[in-house]
């Protein structure tokens, strides 16, 4: 069982919007930033946000993130099919001092 | 632009000790952290634990007992030991560059270069 609970899918048809939850506790998104991942399928993991809304170099605009107490969201706007991926949360955790997952969510772009 | 290329042995018997190693190219080695990460087929991110270049590291507490993280600063190399595998260690190993070893808070700043992953299958 993942530290961090996201839903397992979702889905949304081209040009929708959409958000991606990650719940997790006072020790981990509580305390800490929350970086999400995406994962295209067969390749490696691709860091989306860092610091909870912040972007690296190259990510679309479309992907944004937030935090409010032990919760997070990734909000991804205008849907494309290139979208069609998992996406991972991530955070330190103070109680066991390592990073920590949420267990993934498969997005659908229908 | 830096870059992680990954090799060890895609192959290893229950019992045994799974090894791998990451070559750092493309910039310095010295100023960051780095991660070693595992994915099980069809499964969700692991993270096994992170290394500096002086050897100070951090591990997932359900695998520190059977892992070892090093470092060859020299060569620009981290390496990955876990011992006794079982076929539940069958995986797609990755490493990552994890934050800048001078940052206290490095763990803010996500896993930002991955290398291509190594997939390891253990035989019972």
């Known amino acids: 069982q993942s530290v961090l609970t996201q839903p397992p899918s979702a889905s949304a048809t081209p040009g929708q919007g959409i958000t991606v939850s990650c719940s997790g506790g006072s020790s981990n998104i509580g305390s800490n930033p929350v970086n999400w991942y995406q994962q295209l399928p067969g390749t490696a993991p691709k860091l989306l946000i860092y610091?909870?809304?912040q972007r690296p170099s190259g990510v679309p605009a479309r992907f944004s993130g937030s935090k409010s107490g032990s919760s997070a969201s990734l909000a991804i706007s205008g849907l494309q099919s290139e979208d069609e991926a998992h996406y991972y949360c991530a955070t330190w955790d103070d109680s066991v001092n390592g990073r920590v997952f949420g267990g993934g969510t498969k997005l659908t772009v229908l | 632009q830096m870059h992680l290329q990954q090799w060890g042995a895609g192959l290893v018997k229950s019992s045994e000790t799974l090894s791998l190693t990451c070559g750092v190219y493309?910039?310095?080695?010295?100023?960051?952290?780095w991660s070693w990460i595992r994915q099980s087929p069809g499964k969700g991110l692991e993270w096994i634990g992170e290394i500096d270049h002086r050897g100070r590291g951090n591990y997932n507490p359900s695998l520190k007992s059977r892992v070892s993280i090093s470092v060859d600063t020299s060569k620009s190399q981290l390496s990955l030991k876990l011992s006794s595998v079982t076929p539940a260690d069958t995986a797609v190993y990755y490493c990552?560059?994890?934050?800048?070893?001078?940052?206290?808070?490095?763990?803010?700043?996500?896993?930002?270069?991955w290398g291509q992953g190594s997939a390891v299958t253990v035989s019972s």
């Open positions: 610091a909870t809304n």
């Open positions: 493309g910039g310095s080695f010295s100023v960051y952290y």
């Open positions: 990552a560059r994890s934050g800048s070893a001078t940052d206290i808070f490095h763990y803010h700043y996500g896993m930002d270069v």
